[in-house]
């Protein structure tokens, strides 16, 4: 059994217009989890829940093998680097090396070369006031300052949004860089499909507040793909029998594109029904988004 | 360090398996020598974007048939491997490719003797006549 960086335990959030959970999730300590989801499916206030920013209505949650219903312990968020979506205007009049004076006290692990290191490496002045920056900059100055105290987990809400694809590219290097000693772990959301597929170990799907499922990622590409089929056998009635089938269309010339979450059982399917796989196409990140989206709808409707 | 190691995502082959046949090539062709030391798992992950789960197992299963070694704290190496080993291995991914051929051959309905009168052919381009 892996160990667990991050728990939630049937963790509910109720708010007058949105419900979150109820959240079963385990994250495990040494890899890359994304999560992946629709806007507004409830990634960053489960990340707020977890670094204990709002509080749960329900349920029991685990940080770095600290429960946050306990008493708060300074030294296991001092563990944790956070980079959120959104930063605060608040301190937009503030010098960015004033920010950093101040979020370093914080850290004791704070390695003041690291971060020059980071600062050089995305090409940012933390002489300028942080209300002054592009978009691009802040965000890049924001990331430096998360990993500055070599954190044991990361949290990371949407990293790459604003940056250009040099600075995507760097950010992808230096987080790869940050997992190769081992024991660290990496919780992001994204909708970036390169970057999930680049980074990740593990996805989670959310979807309305709920977790849909955590795959490993390898299993889950190879196992979401699209067969097309055709012949005097082939109807729509019995590819409807397909293991795993998740939808099924018209390809043109009699042919049916047919789509299965379980492609290995579905091949041995076809072989036994003596039904030729002309084609076959593994889906993208975004098509098993869109499906699950649309099950998920239905199921909601019913 | 880089690997001629191609993946194929549209293969109905799972992505260890796929790693494993062409690692395991290069191991026994003699094209990665005995004692070189492999990427980290996080590194090849990164290579072939792939994830270290995937890497693991490779690692793993090629350590298990000798292959590999992997040292505490250093790193994963090519193992010393046998001759008799190496001639059982050699054959494996030529196999491979041939069943793939087949397998195309099926899909547009090629005969048995269509392809094996193919296969004769190719030979002759290839060896010469």
Redesign the interface.
Known sequence: MTDTAVSLADVELRRPHFQLGPIDLEVPKGYVTAIVGPNGSGKSSTFRLVLDLIKPDKGEINLLGQSTTQEEDWRVKSKVGYLPELFSPHDDKLKASIKTGFVKKWYPEWDVNRYQELLRLFEVDDHIKLGKMSKGMRRKYEFALTLSHHPELLILDEPSSGLDPLAWRTMIEVLHRYMEPGGRTILMASHIVEEVKRLADYIVFMIHGRVLGVYEKDELFGSWHAFYVHGEKVSRKLVQQLPGQCGIEEAGGGMLRVITRQAPDAETWCGQEGITITHRQALQLDDILAILVEQERTRLRS | MWLPIQIN??S?E???YQIEVQLRALIVSGQLEEGTLLP?I??F??LL??????VRRVYQDLENEGLLRTKQGTGTYVARIEQNAMESYRLDAVTEALEAAVDAGK?VQCTREELAQLFQDVLERKFGG
């Open positions: 995502e549209q109905a799972p992505l260890y980290s996080r590194e992950a990164q974007k792939c994830s270290v789960i995937t899909l």
